[in-house]
């Protein structure tokens, strides 16, 4: 399909990141040159039973795969930069452009998928400008909860588009890095931006999130009052975070153990780039713990959402390999349960307690800190870059709208500002903006190693086997004779218990051999997907007369007739 | 005296405004170019009684007047203004530059002190640029809680200085105001600023303050659900808050009587500049407001700190000429009461409920901003101008000390920060930066009319009376014969109760009585001063010993020899 814009158009669309929180994907194209920004992944709500990840449709890009220029990534999160392997496979050759963090953490994912040597990666500083034929890139600094993060601001010939990737204003961030670029923003405004395109995710918040090194100061004085051993858990990719835990620690005397896949890379990865200064000799060997007093050792590790596999989570049922929960351990969670995780992190707290830790959380400590911004910096962020029209993303549809209404707030009028889905595509010029129609933007479900073999309707019935059972109805016919030869019988899983509903069973035996022997009467040339659909639908309907419930029904037919 | 430095410094100080919240007055000297920044009072603490007001000593000013280029107003609250006619008495002829609204204020107490002819007022717009030989002065948009604040940029020959005034970044101020101007901040700070002198009130408060507009939903609700007459008092500057009282008022069908002269001043200037839009009809007459039904009408006035003179008091003790509190009554003070006046703020509160009045206050109801940023707001400024040096003004010591550790915070070295006292001067090249003397800069004392005629002295003789009460001592001497022809007779205001402590006043009679006559017997020449400054002594020293009080000993001799 081809984009219904006019020749002097810029279209800008997301097929990822509009009304969810993840999944970011954004599009810029002018005439024959598209640029991307991001490529991330969602990790499924709860309701998407097996699924590993969402990515995005990548059809739209994949049929106008000559145009594509570049990705262009803001930062190194997942939710940014998950969905690159799966877009490379489906989309190959096009070239990364993304910060120094961000680079290493996709040829880790690269190298995994063995796509690391066809893939162009190209490494950015905030000065680079990226030029091609109508298109050019730039970049500015900005804060969040990881380094290395990038505004992108697209010079087309109709105007500037800038795309804030995720940020905060951290005006003192840690180990004295520059923080956000507000020259290079203001700048920016001032020669005239035609759309912004930011953040939401705390459009609901009406403050000023509070810094990052705020959160050293109390990770430094829970550190100092405690007398055992403590397990630090946070996110791998804050860095920042990180850095200030095992500041903590040395300044504390204790040497500092690292747990778990993703936090070992971190290290590495941080270290490399100059976000982590730990000498050699405060870092300590996983056999070495048991070697020092409890008051002189910290472990880092992943695991603060409570993910199962997680070294955290190990440790607290007693199943890792190296750690087992002493009396007088405190498990200090550096982060906030992400909605979905809430159960799965309240289930570990417990765990913990009861293995006998101390376990201290929560916002109320002050040891996490938000990686978004909340209202003041979305408005002081629309302020600066003062754009002509506006387009909240990343967030769910009430965060969309508060943002909107944030920039009608700083000056951009209502029928400047644009709340839009995935697929919908704006069609600007330097005076007019306009919707101009959609591109395909659905969920593609990546499950186990497969990509998109998954569709919605598969995750419907895995819905609903989770919440009405299965049953199954097996027959065997003989086609030629008109017969059944067996059953129909019936397995349930999930639906009723068989023993006690022995009537309900044999009545609905009936109604299907009833379906059956009709269908076997009726027609000499029976279709077997019309006789199984029929089975569907009767006992569907019978069995919801009856129970009220919608169990996935099954059907098996075991044919004589070779 | 002249200053202590180098023909290439740039010399900055002050002589108000530094360890101390009021009498803003900053001087920028370049050879023989001064431009001065604010001239404001401050109004006494409690311990400084019957004294109007406090200015600045104005001494190094009056002895440089030929060097003065002119006098620069960052905004027009009194403590940036009201010492305006007091510095203009003693150094005649300086032209004034102040935007709009401060002129219009400034206009108002010239006027009173036959000021207004011989005064050269120049109205500023943000983008003027106002030239000198060496030094050069430009501007930039802010927000504060009065329309029309500046921060004020002074181009020098080695490097910029920037007074930020008095500010708070409200990104989204009443009535499309355009804020404060990012761009241009971002753009000095591009450019370079050798020292930022910046606004430190709220250094102790470590979040980003609340929108003005905010304020303005709060006063919505609460107007909306009063059924009885409204009396809304607060500051007569902060236009802002009028505005959105007012139009509370009229969208829920009130109209609007105003009380207090500087409140009838303050609605004739914003209409006149455009920052309040009230139609004629909308405002009543004093004398038509018992005419209309109570929901229909809300009086506006001043007097929310207290002031005894103030419409407010005046309607709460019944002694106001046209209006008395009603049952049903709802008074709103949208407002904090400033530190000293806590007290006065209590008694006016509970004076209005004993009246019968409903009255709504504090800031747990959201109906009061702070116009001041807090931690937040003071490091964007940092990060946006980026100094080289900074020096925090505006503020008592322990907010200037914090607010330094802020601008390290924000990359300023600390060696680069300078926490200087009233009259101490920085001396900057555009490499160096240094301390370099002091000029004259003591607290001057208006009482009444009288402009310096109080000494410290005097102020500590009134807080000793209210304190320790007054013993006065009176006898008449025929020095010719060396004898006691009266008393010496004692009598005391709030020092001991006189009937019940006639022990005391005796034996202070007779330790007196000796003193004089020791004197009299010694010495032919009896020199009074002497005497009486023995009598002060060993007075002092017996009622001391007795009472553990130090009374202001008042010695008052009748001579018969004349």
């Known amino acids: 399909m081809d984009l219904k814009i006019k020749e002097d ?25 598209i640029v991307i920004v991001d490529a991330g992944i969602k990790f499924p709500e709860d309701e998407l039973l097996g699924i590993d990840y969402v990515i995005s449709d990548y059809q739209y890009l994949a049929e106008h795969q000559n145009k594509i220029k570049g990705l262009f990534i ?46 162009k990666m190209n490494v950015l500083q905030e000065s680079d400008v990226v030029t091609f034929n109508n298109l050019s890139v730039e970049f500015f600094r900005t804060t969040h909860s990881i380094p290395d993060t990038l505004g992108i601001a697209i010079h087309t010939p109709q105007g500037v588009i800038i795309q804030t990737g995720d940020y905060k204003f951290d005006l003192t961030p840690v180990g004295n890095q520059p923080g956000p670029n507000l020259q290079k923003m203001a ?33 430094h004085q829970i550190v100092e009052r405690i007398d055992g051993r403590i397990i630090f858990a946070t996110f791998a990719s ?66 603060s959402q409570g993910e199962p596999m997680a070294a955290l989570s190990r440790i607290a049922n007693g199943t890792h390999r190296q750690i087992s929960i002493q009396p007088d351990d405190t498990v200090i969670f550096s982060s906030n349960p992400i909605p979905g995780n809430t159960v799965s992190v309240n289930h570990l707290i417990n765990a913990l307690e009861e293995a006998g830790a101390n376990v201290i959380h929560g916002k109320v400590n002050n040891i996490h800190a938000s990686g978004h911004g909340g ?17 909240p993303i990343h967030g769910e549809y009430r965060m969309l709208k508060i943002h909107t209404e944030l920039a009608q707030l700083c000056g951009v009028p209502k029928e400047n ?47 609903m086997l989770s919440e009405e059972g299965l049953v199954i109805v097996v027959a065997t016919i003989d086609y030629k004779k008109g017969l059944v030869l067996s059953g129909p019988d019936i397995l349930s899983r999930g639906f009723v218990y068989m023993r ?4 309900l069973i044999n009545q609905a035996q009936k109604h299907i051999f009833h ?30 007369r009856r129970t009220e419930r919608h169990p996935v029904i099954l059907p098996m037919i075991i044919s004589t007739q070779v």
Do not use: W
């Not at 408005?379 to 870059?385: A, E, Y």
């Not at 009709?518 to 199984?532: F, G, I, Q, R, Y």
């Open 9 to 33: 158009e810029v279209a800008v669309f997301a097929i990822g990141g509009l009304g969810e929180i993840g999944k970011n994907m954004y599009a810029i194209q002018y005439q024959d040159e």
């Open 238 to 303: 804050n860095l920042y975070r990180v850095s200030q835990a095992v500041d903590a620690a040395i300044q504390n005397g204790r040497k500092v153990a690292v747990f778990g896949r993703s936090m070992e890379q971190a290290i590495v990865n941080g270290r490399e780039l100059g976000y982590l200064d730990i000498p050699d000799s405060e870092i300590l060997d996983a056999s070495e713990i048991n070697k020092l007093p409890a008051n002189k050792v910290m472990l880092l590790c992943t695991g």
């Open 375 to 391: 209202q003041e910096e979305q408005k002081l962020m629309l302020r600066l870059i003062k754009p002509k029209y506006f387009m």
């Open 187 to 219: 700048k920016l405004g001032t020669d005239g931006v035609l759309l912004l395109l930011s953040d939401s995710t705390n459009a609901e918040i009406p403050t000023f999130s509070k810094s990052e090194r705020f959160v050293g100061n109390t990770i």
């Open 417 to 463: 500002t644009f709340i839009y889905e995935n697929g919908d595509v704006l069609a600007l010029t330097q005076n007019s903006a306009r919707k101009a129609g959609h591109v395909p933007a659905g969920d593609v479900y990546v499950d186990g190693n497969g990509i998109g073999d998954i569709s919605s309707e598969v995750i419907e019935d895995r819905q």
């Open 74 to 119: 803001t930062h190194g999160h997942e939710d940014h930069i998950g969905g690159i392997p799966y877009f490379l496979q489906k989309v190959p050759n096009v070239p990364i452009y993304a910060g120094p963090l961000a680079t290493a953490l996709i040829k880790g994912k690269l190298e995994e998928h063995g796509l690391l040597e066809s893939t």
């Open 515 to 544: 379906t059956i022997k009709t269908h076997l009467d009726n027609d000499d040339a029976v279709a077997e997907d019309v006789l199984k659909q029929d089975i569907v639908d009767n006992l569907q309907e019978f069995l919801y």
């Open 500 to 503: 006690e509903s022995g009537n």
